[in-house]
């Protein structure tokens, strides 16, 4: 069986890095590119933390400058508290060696996908500025593509950011809710799932080996990570962006529903992914006629952490 191609659209971000080194180590993916966002950082920053990403994955996997925005706002917040202020808990770095492409984010993702139909994953990691953005620019993508698996939202949970929505959802909801509506192959690996796992700080000593580089780079970003999650009352962290690198591969272990998909864009439920589990039609509806989703619903946590271990330690 090839190896899926993968596209990570992405706002590096700790558990992005976390989700990014995975897919690196994983013996069975080939990491084309990694496309930039705003998000837990401004795009500029989070081009600079892809750069510095792609130098410890040999300075061979292309990066490309993306959205600074969402559709129909200026961005107003960073969550700086959660990642620090250059997104790898401001822990100082050298400069990178990789340069960002001079093609944008965008143009990348239609390219790729159009020179090989039917091979690529896209793996939205971050707000879906830079997916809608290219669903306008070439709709015909959306019969092109092999599927989206995406890390956001949430089907049966309360959201993150406050009670209706997860983060990147909430950062640019008008995005996310042309995503879901598009006629296309999408997963939602949301907060049902990412919420179940959590990485405990002798786990994380244990499969991030401190005598490699990829490992004692995760091992120095990752405490701050665990001191925000202390800080709500929870002894570890929360497994987000690298559960749907772990989805791509192991699916089985997920428990996945089928239904439509709209994202709430105003008001306090901004943000809000609203799944029609019930198998009804609604018709007349705004979830009338949209295409169905697949959502994680439920995950084998001993599965997904053992896997995570197996990569990430090398056995």
């Not at 406050?162 to 008008?174: F, V």
């Not at 609604?282 to 599965?303: E, F, H, K, N, Q």
Request: glycine share 8%; hydrophobic share 40%.
């Amino acid at each position: 069986m090839k190896q899926p191609k993968i596209i990570i659209d992405t706002d590096p971000g700790i558990d992005d890095a976390m989700a990014i080194l995975l897919a690196h180590l994983a013996p069975d993916i080939e990491l084309i590119g990694l496309t930039t966002v705003f998000g837990n950082v401004p795009v500029a920053q989070a081009t600079h933390n892809a750069c510095i990403l792609s130098d410890l994955m040999g300075g061979k996997v292309p990066v490309a400058t993306g959205s600074a925005h969402p559709l129909n706002r200026e961005n107003d917040r960073y969550p700086d508290f959660v990642h620090g202020k250059n997104g790898f808990g401001d822990t100082s770095m050298k400069p990178p060696i990789t340069k960002a492409i001079e093609q944008g984010a965008v143009d990348f993702i239609i390219e790729q996908v159009s020179q090989s139909p039917g091979e690529i994953t896209l793996v939205p990691i971050g707000p879906l500025t830079n997916i809608a953005k290219a669903l306008e620019k070439a709709p015909e993508i959306a019969s092109q593509v092999k599927e989206v698996v995406l890390m956001g939202g949430a089907a049966t949970v309360n959201g993150n950011v406050n009670a209706a929505a997860e983060a990147n959802m909430l950062s640019d909801p008008h995005a996310a809710d042309r995503v879901f509506t598009t006629d296309w192959p999408i997963t939602m690996v949301g907060l049902d799932v990412t919420h179940q796992i959590i990485m405990d700080e002798a786990y994380l000593d244990r499969v991030h080996q401190v005598d490699t580089p990829i490992g004692g780079f995760l091992r120095r970003i990752v405490q701050f990570y665990l001191d925000f999650h202390r800080s709500t009352g929870i002894d570890g962290l929360y497994t987000h962006d690298p559960t749907a690198i772990v989805y791509l591969l192991k699916p089985e272990i997920f428990t996945v529903r089928k239904g439509a998909v709209r994202v709430c864009t105003d008001g306090i439920a901004a943000g809000q992914t609203i799944m029609n589990l019930s198998g009804k039609p609604y018709l007349g509806t705004a979830w009338d006629g949209i295409p169905t989703s697949d959502a994680c619903v439920d995950v084998d946590v001993t599965a997904c952490l053992e896997w995570y271990a197996d990569i990430m330690s090398g056995n």
